[in-house]
T-cell receptor, first 114, second 111 residues
């Protein structure tokens, strides 16, 4: 069975600073990988996804993520954080052999200091 | 023009009651899902469903059952509600087995 670990429960960065959120997955085959963002009281919005091909994927709101098979990682990055980026971020892996039901990590809460 | 909608947005009910949460998607997607998010924000898949196949997460109690009247709807029925069912329930849909689009969530509180 697949699993996802987000090692950082909380991260605080200053506005304008760079950001990296870590995600490690466990899955026997080539994974489908996703990053979603959840603002307080809101649903989940897709930031970006990796299915195959180029291991560096670009997403919305200036986010990018890099798939590293050797490290089983899919870390999310942003060069300059804005106050509006404060939210909960979820990494997820999809398993094609199980209806693509997503397995989520525990989430990382991002706080942005002015 | 909401892509994935859920009703109600909030649901407060007593233990032992039976309730339903509705989900509708207007994206023409083939597959729909239900997820549960607990008080610690942990998201867990409950069901995956298309018009041919229902996949159930084995940890979901059989008090929970998905009902799909048509391809655009996947409702969640919960019987004999328990305190531990309090959570936010998210519906999602996807074309075949690709990117899932989530609804706004239904916040269920069982008293």
């Amino acid at each position: 069975a697949q699993s996802v670990t987000q090692p950082d429960i909380h991260i605080t960065v200053s506005e304008g600073a760079s950001l990296e959120l870590r995600c490690n997955y466990s899955y026997g085959a080539t994974p489908y990988l996703f990053w979603y963002v959840q603002s307080p009281g809101q649903g989940l919005q897709l930031l970006l996804k990796y299915f195959s091909g180029d291991t560096l994927v670009q997403g919305i709101k200036g986010f990018e993520a890099e798939f590293k098979r050797s490290q089983s990682s899919f870390n999310l990055r942003k060069p300059s954080v804005h106050w509006s980026d404060a939210a909960e971020y979820f990494c997820a892996v999809g398993a094609d052999n199980a209806g693509n039901m997503l397995t989520f990590g525990g989430g990382t809460r991002l706080m942005v200091k002015p | 023009d909401t892509a994935v909608s859920q009703t109600p947005k909030y649901l407060v009910t007593q233990m032992g009651n039976d309730k339903s949460i509705k989900c509708e998607q207007n994206l023409g997607h083939d597959t729909m899902y239900w997820y549960k998010q607990d008080s610690k924000k942990f998201l867990k898949i409950m069901f995956s469903y298309n018009n041919k196949e229902l996949i159930i997460n084995e940890t979901v109690p059989n008090r929970f059952s998905p009902k799909s009247p048509d391809k655009a709807h996947l409702n969640l029925h919960i019987n004999s509600l328990e305190l531990g069912d309090s959570a936010v329930y998210f519906c999602a849909s996807a074309p075949q087995r690709e990117t899932q689009y989530f609804g706004p969530g239904t916040r269920l509180l069982v008293l």
